[in-house]
């Protein structure tokens, strides 16, 4: 897939150059805790192996993966993501954003500019996200991009000792066409 531009953004392919700013981001415990697989404390190196799981996934066609980048920095600001089933013509959407871009709009800009890959690029027939019901600012993007609330799954999974309840939002290609004729 080729970089994506919004208005402030560039998303581009993860490179193992971005280890570094991953782990620094990633590595701050508040947004670990918003997330069920970022770990904490972030192990030092474990960026490279992500970073290599992504790009394995993305040739078997099994994701399509962007670093989140402020154009007028040129600075990564977050990862953004779909993992593909094919056979069902749907994706899950992930997204995760470092603390200091937190509550600016960015992660509403990616998850639109990824919305409309996964359905105009991909041709998906639905996209879904779910997040955890401590994680407000997750669902509301989902929100905001015209995602609607499927349902709660309770105590579904488990982090750190702890049991957390995950909301499922989704949409699929005619409410995206819909959205865009208004």
Same mark, same amino acid.
Not at 47 to 60: P, T, Y
Not at 97 to 115: C, D, F, M, Q, R
Not at 136 to 149: L, N, Q, Y
């Given at each position: 897939? *080729?970089?994506?531009? !919004?208005?402030?953004?560039?998303?581009?392919?993860?490179?193992? /150059?971005?280890?570094?700013?991953?782990? %620094?981001?990633? &590595?701050? @415990?508040?947004?670990?805790? /918003? !997330?069920?697989?970022?770990?904490?404390? @972030?192990? +030092?190196?474990?960026?490279?192996?992500?970073?290599?799981?992504?790009?394995?996934?993305?040739?078997?066609? *099994?994701?399509?993966? @962007?670093?989140?980048?402020?154009?007028? !920095?040129? +600075?990564?600001?977050?990862?953004?993501?779909?993992?593909? /089933?094919?056979?069902?013509?749907? &994706?899950?959407? &992930?997204?995760?954003?470092?603390?200091?871009?937190?509550?600016?709009?960015?992660?509403? =800009?990616?998850?639109?500019?990824?919305?409309?890959?996964?359905?105009?690029?991909? @041709?998906?027939?639905?996209?879904?996200? $779910?997040?955890?019901?401590?994680?407000?600012?997750?669902?509301?993007?989902?929100? *905001?991009?015209?995602?609607?609330?499927?349902? /709660?799954?309770?105590?579904? =999974?488990? $982090?750190?000792? +702890?049991?957390?309840?995950?909301?499922?939002?989704?949409?699929?290609? %005619? =409410?995206?066409? +819909?959205?865009? *004729?208004?």
């Amino acid at each position: 897939m *080729k970089s994506i531009e !919004t208005e402030r953004l560039f998303l581009r392919k993860l490179t193992q /150059t971005d280890a570094d700013r991953i782990e %620094e981001l990633a &590595g701050d @415990y508040d947004v670990a805790k /918003t !997330t069920l697989n970022i770990p904490h404390p @972030y192990p +030092q190196g474990g960026a490279v192996d992500f970073i290599e799981r992504i790009l394995l996934a993305e040739v078997d066609g *099994k994701s399509v993966t @962007y670093a989140i980048v402020k154009k007028r !920095t040129n +600075q990564l600001i977050g990862i953004i993501g779909i993992n593909l /089933t094919p056979t069902h013509k749907r &994706g899950k959407l &992930g997204y995760w954003i470092g603390k200091p871009y937190w509550s600016e709009g960015y992660g509403t =800009e990616a998850t639109n500019a990824i919305v409309t890959l996964g359905f105009e690029t991909l @041709y998906l027939h639905k996209i879904f996200a $779910r997040a955890i019901t401590t994680n407000p600012g997750s669902w509301r993007i989902m929100e *905001k991009v015209g995602m609607t609330h499927e349902g /709660t799954l309770k105590q579904h =999974e488990t $982090r750190w000792g +702890q049991f957390f309840d995950l909301v499922y939002y989704g949409i699929l290609k %005619e =409410e995206y066409e +819909q959205r865009l *004729k208004k």
